[in-house]
């Protein structure tokens, strides 16, 4: 999956939803490339009604860094990544 976002606002998201299976354990990798100018981003996994499965924070990454996550979604059979 390749996410970009356009959007001319100073906070940009970037979401999906997943599918997922009640206790089955995922590896979320992703590659992020940036103007480096930001503080704080987030990549991350929450449940669909926002409840936060896990997550980690980045800084300016202009170079491409990867980034990876497990997520254990429990009960959870909808994600929003």
Do not use: C
């Amino acid at each position: 999956m390749h996410l970009r976002d356009h959007t001319p606002r100073r906070t940009r998201h970037l979401r999906t939803a997943a599918a997922a299976l009640a206790g089955a354990t995922y590896r979320l990798t992703a590659w992020v490339k940036n103007s480096g100018n930001i503080e704080h981003g987030w990549l991350g996994a929450r449940t669909a009604r926002g409840t936060v499965i896990n997550e980690i924070s980045h800084g300016g990454s202009p170079d491409w860094t990867r980034f990876v996550l497990t997520v254990k979604p429990g009960t959870a059979t909808q994600l929003s990544l």
